[in-house]
């Protein structure tokens, strides 16, 4: 990859972006190490550096941006969960370092009645985030806020004419529905992207989502919405992966939204080429677009811990190739793991997108 590939190109980042520090995941009842750790913003912003591109702080942008998608008591909680988890002592004097839900008002569990607003702060998490992998801390609202405003400023440069923009996001955004967190994921940068584009006159938005895993959250917040077309392909959940519940093929859309989501599940151990027939098969779809959101994540690469899926960086390139044929793109940073490849992986990618 030479230095001229991505020279120039808008990669919009916030140094408050590695204050998250989620400490680790509690997977199947086990708080262990996790792999969505600050370095990987660090990796990333060295190699893209190194490229050639070029790197602007991201600007603050008001609440309502995250309004416009997001569960205004979603939000709320996640701005204001990690000060009531301390005043409640459940750090200093349970030694609970981080928030964890552990109970879920599952459609099975509320059978029918009412949500309520849970008096504990133990018990009301689990109404916002539904997986045990998804830990809040101390300095994570400001990176959350900070991933947001990053996808917003690259939204804006796309809107004021450039072909091409990067946000750095972390942490990352595509699990997170209108008012339901998780996956690593607390509030969905690309959906954000996305409806700034239609407010700055974009009539038709496509979101193409290449993460390892299928993006729930994005494809929810715009299942019923003729105006965002949705697509994603990712390792099938069918065989026993993250989303599970979501991301299947039989998935079209709804009502006005009918036949604007497509999924392409792939088989564990998929690699460049079945993996790239399904990026064109995406393209296809998706073209006529006013502009593009391209949801990024680098895990189905061959190296990275969280996916099955064997993509190589030249496979990432002519992705992007592909994508930046389509128009105008704001590329947002979703998931990707292995701290060694990470960096180039993201290069690849950009140089594909802004040689196509
Ligand atoms: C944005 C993104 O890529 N989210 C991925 C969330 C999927 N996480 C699934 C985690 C499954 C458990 N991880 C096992 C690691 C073994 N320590
Ligand atoms: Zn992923």
């Known amino acids: 990859m030479t230095t001229q590939d991505v020279a120039g190109i808008p990669v919009v980042r916030s140094e408050d972006c590695l204050r998250h520090e989620p400490d680790g995941e509690v997977w199947l009842g086990v708080w262990e190490p996790g792999t969505e750790v600050p370095e990987r913003v660090t990796a990333i912003l060295a190699a893209v550096t190194a490229a050639g591109a070029a790197v602007m702080p991201a600007r603050p942008h008001p609440d309502e941006a995250l309004l416009a998608v997001h569960d205004p008591e979603l939000v709320g909680h ?4 990690w000060a009531e988890w301390e005043a409640g002592g459940y750090a200093a004097e349970h030694g609970r370092q981080r928030v964890v839900p552990y109970v879920f008002p599952t459609a099975g569990l509320l059978a029918g009645l009412p949500m309520r607003s849970p008096a504990a702060t133990h018990g009301r998490v689990g109404r916002f985030c539904y997986d045990t992998m998804t830990l809040v801390g101390p300095g994570s609202w400001e990176a959350i806020r900070a991933a947001a405003d990053a996808a917003l400023t ?18 990352p955004g595509h699990h997170v529905t209108a008012s339901s967190y998780g996956g690593s994921c607390y509030l969905n940068n690309a959906a954000i992207a996305a409806q700034n584009l239609r407010g700055a006159g974009a009539d038709r938005v496509a979101v193409v989502d290449i993460d390892a895993h299928h993006g729930n959250g994005t494809q929810a917040i715009f299942y019923d919405r003729p105006d965002v077309w949705y697509g994603s392909v990712h390792v099938d959940p069918g065989a026993g992966w993250f989303p599970h519940y979501v991301g299947y093929a ?33 393209c296809a779809a998706a073209r006529g677009a006013d502009a593009i959101v391209l949801s990024l994540g680098v895990d189905a690469a061959v190296a990275d811990p969280e996916s099955p899926l064997r993509v190589s960086a030249d496979g990432y390139r002519r992705a992007g190739e592909l994508i930046g044929a389509l128009g105008p793109v704001v590329a947002v940073q979703e998931g990707g793991y292995d701290l060694p490849s990470l960096g180039q992986l993201v290069v690849s990618t950009l140089a594909g997108l802004a040689g196509a």
């Open 78 to 81: 996640l701005r204001t969960i």
């Open 154 to 171: 690259a939204a804006d440069l796309v809107a004021s004419g450039e072909r091409l923009a990067y946000a750095l996001c972390r942490p």
């Open 250 to 282: 039989d998935e079209h859309g709804a009502g006005p939204g009918q036949d604007a989501n497509r999924n392409l599940p792939l088989a564990p151990g998929t690699g460049d080429d079945a993996w790239l027939d399904a990026v064109g098969e995406l």
